[in-house]
């Protein structure tokens, strides 16, 4: 069963130049979150998405977008690339599980794309 | 989501176990607490979670005291491969589109 992937692996790009990062969920999950985590720090959440809709978003400007597909993947932009940008972006994907009481949704993450902006 | 307290570093000689704490005075009746890793560079891995009752899986154990109010992540027996930085993150259960709101975690460092 493969886990939660990402690609690519590694990304540079320029001050102004637009990304696209790719997420492909763990089998069976519908729900995919992005992370932003700078160097030094825990990760920052950016956006979720279920049904192919933005269900809730973090602090993070409109220059962060994104999208699902209807297989549930998903990818994440960035426009107007700033140098502050450059971080490990994080893909989790979670889906319903049924506990002894309540259903949970555990969020399990893929390997990160480092990006860099010079 | 309740906010969380957790020491910044902590050592342990490998093969001993490591008693992760935790802090976190402010959760509410509805959150879960989980506890996540990461190893350098890596994206992090769940360990396990729990809302009331201790629990234990094949990673680590979990134990809530009786008032919720603070944690403890056990691996019994560390290794050099678990050294690694862990969160403990309360979040509600499942029904709302819940985040994980990450602190600066513990870093633990295991030594021969």
């Known amino acids: 069963d493969a886990g939660v992937t990402q690609s690519p692996t590694h990304l540079i790009k320029t001050r102004g130049q637009q990304v696209t990062l790719r997420c492909s969920p763990k089998s069976g999950h519908d729900t995919v979150s992005w992370y932003q985590q700078a160097l030094g720090q825990g990760p920052q959440f950016i956006f979720q998405?279920?049904?192919?809709?933005?269900?809730q978003r973090g602090n993070f400007p409109d220059r962060f977008s994104g999208h699902q597909f209807p297989n549930y993947s998903s990818e994440l932009n960035v426009n107007a690339l700033l140098l502050g940008d450059s971080a490990l972006y994080l893909c989790?994907?979670?889906?319903?599980?049924?506990?002894?009481?309540?259903?949970?949704?555990?969020?399990?993450f893929g390997p990160g794309t480092r990006l860099t902006v010079l | 989501d309740a906010k969380t307290t957790q020491p910044t570093s902590m050592d342990c000689a490998e093969g001993r176990a490591a008693n992760l704490p935790c802090n976190h005075s402010?959760?509410?009746?509805?959150?879960?607490v989980y506890w996540y890793r990461q190893i350098h560079s890596q994206g992090p891995q769940y360990i396990i979670h729990?809302?009331?009752n201790n629990e234990t899986n094949e990673m680590a154990s979990l134990i809530i005291t009786e008032d919720r109010k603070s944690s403890t992540l056990i691996l019994p027996h560390a290794t050099l491969r678990d050294t690694a930085v862990y969160y403990c993150i309360v979040r509600v259960a499942a029904g709302t589109a819940s985040k994980l709101t990450f602190g600066t975690g513990t870093r633990l460092q295991v030594t021969l």
């Open positions: 989790a994907s979670s889906g319903w599980t049924s506990g002894a009481l309540v259903a949970t949704d555990t969020q399990y």
């Open positions: 998405y279920y049904e192919e809709e933005e269900r």
């Open positions: 729990g809302l009331k």
């Open positions: 402010t959760i509410s009746g509805n959150e879960y």
